[in-house]
């Protein structure tokens, strides 16, 4: 007959080990679709939860397989010709929405993983920085900062101050004429305080334009822009400032809340809120003590008689900044007057660039937001915001 | 199982073994290993216990595994075509259910040890996939995890696009080494090669020895497991027949009569979208029992696949019984449109030729004169889903280093999707 056994198994991590490569691979789809993500309403709108759930193209090896949607099949069950068994979604699976039965959709391709948001945020954001940050002397700003500060006869073993500990030692015994011994009482601690620190302190002047021009899209694509910019400052940085300003013909500042959910219209004079920021940054922000990054969202859209005004306000901005930046929704790819007005800006401090669908959110954010801006973009507000800035 | 249930098992084994054999079932030595469940999810997710290690087989060792925590679990017998062969028991299965698997695998072996399509494949793979796992190992030290998993995600891609008809019109197995060169294949008229992966492990311009070694690795695991995948109604149907026959033969007390009523229920439960080869595999046997008797039985099990079995046996007795039809699609609706089994056994049998891939030759090995290949699906009123050929091409050009091309019929139109390393694009021909 045939043998039994029973053999303990405890040591196969096979298993575990294939499935932890597999996590890997998921962990690095998500990375690599992150342009995907930053988009998703689902993600944006997801303050607040710990974790949200990202559809991730499957980890499968592809095949070429029969198209299902448009093939007959084979099924068991009762019902008469004619009868209908089930809904055929976009992809022609068939099935319940939401629950996969036992072998009823073949091969679904889309695979949800369960991620943090702060996974998905030390991803998105590990390439972005505060251009030019310097060390300000700003008063409302103070970190704690932990600093060895004294020595102590008792403390953690992990902090023993071993110079100060030999040097006891040694006193000691050439006081009492011995040998050298180190002893309980010979030990000495090194032990710290938290001392306040200057931080260098910075302040974004959010800036969007709110006017009649600024259809759906436009506004969806300038929220989010903020939306990410908000979370990548909230998540590198322990302070920094954020003003909200919005125009349409007048500029005037709102709430964080208001910001977001502002709905207006009427005329466009880009002037007035770039005046504004000024304004505001003269009366609260002084230069010496601050890193100042006016934002400034727009379509595009300008009075013509306001141009010259506008550049000669973003000219003065610039001088005051340590980055200024200009991102203009241009879903349909015109050529806008105030691109054009802007990109005759040649300020070491300016940086401009557009975003025509929200694929290209993450490209504009890495190209106000890093340390030197992509080459190709500078100047040049008629090319997508894709190819060269992500470089 | 409780403690004092391993001596029930092994009564039952020898009863089970014994009246099998007098029955007429002829399977190999049989091992049977009673293991946790992260084991047998382990060896269900490689599809075998000595594997080589792959992501994807984590993915399905992961999937098992939460279907098992959260109640799930349908895994009832993993068996392994082997002489000794292997089968593995939950050791968290009630004593009955190990009891019916065993009953189940038995026939099984038999039908791996008697059925012609499994004539020609080894027995001793357990040994052969441990030595594979071990030389795979290697190659990760050596080229590094990354290149290894390259070569593998892309081979594996491509493993059913294999000739298994070789082994019956060759007396030997092709060796990578004794194939004739590209020129000489090309005399001997049109190339039709259906066994892509050998063609490319011996013909790719660009893959290196110890990749060679892997396509053609995956390719003798795919013969090794073509039989299962082209008998998989009959062979469940086999051993569903003779697990029911042999446990109503055993003494069951009430309870156990009752669970094991329920067990068979749940494995032979129909569905709504496609078929329970269980199911409709054992309505067949019976029907042949009944017609032709067990000397039938056992001539059938032994010639016939998958495509014979339904060609010559399905009628529509059992179409009625198992309450078959085709769907299609109408509109936004899946609905019941056949129930006539002439039109049912064509479409199976069309399904399952080929195991129920879709046929692709190599047709040019120097395609556009840039040393491109071709492949050209044979094209039998099955339309192939373009996502798919868009995320498989990319797979065969790793493995071939030049553009790769595919042509098909999409809409009663012939095209070809040709991706050069860069893109897919595609274009009406």
Known sequence: ?391 | MKPGDVARLEQSIEWLERRARELGLDFFDMRYEICPPDVVYTIAGFGMPTRYSHWSFGKHYERQKLEFDLGLSRIYELVVNNDPCYAFLLDTNTVLQNEMIVAHVLAHSDFFKNNARFRHTPRQMVETMAATAERFRRYEERYGMERVEEVLDAALSIQEHIDPSWRSRHTREPSLHAVPSLAALSRGGPLAEKDLLLFVAAYSPVLEDWERDIVATVREEMLYFWPQLETKIMNEGWATYWHTRLMREMDLSEDDAIEFAQLTANVTQPNRFTLNPYNVGYAIWRDIERRSGVEKMFEVRECESDTGFLRNYLNQDIVDECQLYIYDRRGLEWVIVERDYRVIRDLLVQQRTNAGFPTLRVTDADWNRQGGLCLTHAFEGQELDIQSIERTLPRVHRLWGRPVVLRTVLSGREVEFVYDGDKVERRAM
């Open chain 1, 1 to 391: 007959m045939g043998i039994l056994s029973h053999d303990d198994w405890s040591l196969d991590r096979r298993g575990e080990r294939a499935k932890a490569r597999h996590r890997e691979k998921v962990r690095q789809a998500i990375r690599e679709n992150l342009r995907d993500i930053i988009t998703d309403q689902g993600v944006i709108v997801s303050d607040g939860k710990k974790t949200i759930r990202i559809p991730v193209q499957s980890l499968d090896e592809p095949h070429f397989i029969y198209d299902f949607g448009r093939n007959r099949h084979i099924g068991q069950g009762a019902g008469q010709k004619g009868e209908a068994i089930g809904k055929a979604y976009g992809d022609g699976q068939p099935g319940a929405a939401g629950g996969e039965g036992a072998g009823t959709a073949p091969g679904s391709r889309i695979l949800e993983v369960e991620v943090t948001i702060e996974e998905v945020e030390a991803a998105l954001f590990a390439e972005l920085r505060l251009p030019n940050l310097r060390d300000k002397h700003t008063p409302r700003h103070w970190v704690e900062q932990p600093e060895f500060t004294d020595v102590r006869q008792r403390g953690i073993r992990a902090n023993i101050d071993r110079r100060l500990t030999l040097k006891q030692a040694l006193l000691r015994s050439r006081m009492h004429g011995q040998p050298l011994r180190i002893t309980e009482e010979d030990l000495r601690f090194k032990t710290w305080e938290d001392t306040p620190r200057q931080n260098a302190g910075a302040v974004v002047i959010a800036m969007m334009d709110v006017s009649g021009s600024m259809g759906m899209t436009e506004k969806y694509l300038a929220r989010s822009f903020f939306h990410w910019m908000e979370r990548f400052l909230e998540h590198h940085y322990q302070h920094v400032e954020v003003r909200y300003l919005v125009h349409h013909v007048e500029a005037y500042e709102t709430s964080k809340d208001a910001f977001y959910s502002t709905r207006e219209s009427g005329g466009t004079l880009c002037s007035s809120v770039l005046r504004l920021a000024l304004e505001i940054i003269r009366r609260d922000y002084p230069q010496d003590a601050w890193n100042i990054y006016p934002m400034y969202v727009g379509d595009g859209d300008n009075l013509f008689s306001d141009n010259d005004l506008a550049l000669a306000k973003m000219r003065e901005l610039c001088d005051l900044s340590a980055m200024s930046g200009y991102l203009e929704v241009n879903p349909y790819h015109r050529v806008t007057s105030l691109s054009r007005v802007f990109a005759s800006l040649l300020h070491p401090a300016f940086r401009q660039t557009s975003v025509a669908d929200r694929r290209q959110i993450l490209d504009a954010l890495k190209h106000f937001f890093s340390e030197r801006p992509a080459a190709a973009a500078t100047g040049d507000s008629a090319a997508p915001a894709n190819g060269g800035m992500a470089g």
